[in-house]
């Protein structure tokens, strides 16, 4: 028969090597399942184009909706009121670049109406959003 040695029932030290493995572990495991959800874009079905490009620099983003509602950089803001906010983002904004990004619903007046309230704002170049058509062979 084996006869076994009683260990005595305290533990002396602690082991924190295999603690920090087991922490690490875990915070790996948080970190790969967990979702990594961006603020939930406005809805917009942008125009296709095959001419699109990327744009370099980060613009101040006007969101114009279907509905008829305006947003700036993802803040709704009342239409009375887009002129003042967006002039406030570009005296603090490092670029003074205007992106449009607006339904394809949305009336072509409306748009020139924000291009003009984008200039007069200070806007040095305005674009339009637009998603990459995609081509058929």
Same mark, same amino acid.
């Given at each position: 028969m084996f006869r076994f040695q009683d260990s005595p029932g305290t533990i002396d030290k602690m082991e924190t090597a295999?603690?920090?493995? /087991? *922490?690490?572990?875990?915070?790996i495991f948080f970190l790969l399942s967990s979702?990594? *959800?961006l603020p939930t874009e406005i809805p917009v079905n942008p125009p296709q184009? +095959?001419?699109a490009v990327t744009l370099k620099d980060e613009p101040i983003v006007i969101t114009l909706t279907a509905a008829g509602e305006s947003y700036v950089d993802n803040e709704k803001v009342p239409a009375s009121e887009l002129a003042t906010?967006?002039?406030? $983002?570009?005296e603090n904004a490092p670029t003074r670049a #205007?992106? *449009?990004?607006?339904d394809e619903d949305v009336n072509l007046g409306? /748009? #020139? +109406? #924000?291009?003009?309230?984008?200039q007069d704002a200070g806007a040095d $170049?305005?674009? *339009?959003?637009? +998603? $990459?058509?995609?081509?058929?062979?």
């Open positions: 295999a603690f920090a493995d /087991i *922490i690490f572990l875990l915070l979702s990594f *959800i184009s +095959e001419s906010a967006l002039a406030a $983002r570009l #205007v992106l *449009i990004r607006g409306r /748009i #020139v +109406e #924000v291009m003009d309230l984008a $170049r305005l674009a *339009i959003a637009t +998603e $990459r058509k995609s081509r058929r062979r």
